[in-house]
């Protein structure tokens, strides 16, 4: 679905991508983990269209991605911190998405309906918790029905009801043949949820495998445990 060939990117001296190489498909969901810095939310961004990458080639569904955004009608993209107009309110706002999109045919509220954001349509975005801007970003995130979600430290602030509902979701989703893509620190959250590891290190991709892989090498059945191992082992 999602094919990455020798992908570098460097911000001045900073090579923050170095010639990374893999493929995601469909009905997978799949985390992208690694230290701080290491590259993810670049290599997201990359796939997104909103970072260039300096050499190399991105596909989605064997299709080159430069110069072709029609692509990302079909990505649902949930940012690390989502940023909104200060004086909109969240109808408004969901609104303006819904004219950007211009799309017709059924949407997905469910998440809206979850976390009962129906409820807080006339509150303005500079109002909001850092919670509540979290699940207004998840919701928009699924509104569209897209066919690959990419979710950046999407529990980071969410209530832990929010966070069950939330990958309860994402796991239905997955299910119906969706691809997936999420970072997060919080190993614990996608313990039940990933079926796939991509370990990123330094820009480089360090490793790609299922789950059960990496339950196998490191002898280890929680995500936590087993991540802990391999970062300890790359640590300097
Ligand atoms: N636009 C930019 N200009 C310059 N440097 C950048 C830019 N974007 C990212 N970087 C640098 O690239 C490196 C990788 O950043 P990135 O955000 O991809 O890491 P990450 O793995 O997502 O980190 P975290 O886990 O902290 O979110 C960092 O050193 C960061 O400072």
Redo the contacts with the bound molecule.
């Keep these: 679905m999602i094919t990455l060939k020798n992908i570098s990117k460097q911000?001045?001296k900073?090579k923050?991508l170095d010639n990374v190489s893999t493929s995601c498909d469909k009905s997978e969901c799949i985390a992208l983990i690694?230290?701080?810095?290491?590259?993810?939310?670049?290599?997201i961004k990359s796939i997104l269209g909103m970072?260039i990458p300096d050499s190399g080639t991105i596909t989605f569904n064997g299709k080159d991605i430069s110069n072709n955004y029609q692509y990302r009608d079909e990505i649902g993209y949930m940012p690390?911190i989502g940023r909104y107009p200060d004086n909109m309110t969240i109808g408004q706002v969901l609104g303006m998405m819904k004219d950007i999109r211009g799309k017709s045919g059924e949407l997905d509220e469910d998440l809206i309906k979850a976390f009962s954001v129906n409820n807080l349509l006339n509150k303005r975005m500079r109002t909001l918790s850092g919670g509540t801007i979290q699940k207004v970003s998840a919701a928009l995130a699924f509104l569209f029905k897209p066919s690959v979600l990419i979710l950046d430290?999407p529990t980071a602030g969410l209530d832990p009801v929010a966070s069950e509902l939330f990958k309860e979701k994402i796991i239905a989703e997955k299910d119906k043949g969706k691809l997936v893509l999420i970072?997060s620190?919080i190993l614990s959250d996608l313990d039940d949820l990933v079926t796939r590891i991509i370990y990123?290190q330094d820009?480089k991709l360090v490793f790609h495998k299922s789950i059960e892989e990496l339950r196998k090498d490191t002898g280890e059945e929680r995500l936590v445990k087993s991540i802990a191992q391999v970062m300890v082992s790359n640590y300097e």
């Design positions: 911000f001045g900073l923050v690694g230290p701080n810095g290491s590259g993810k939310t670049t290599l970072v690390q430290e970072t620190h990123m820009g």
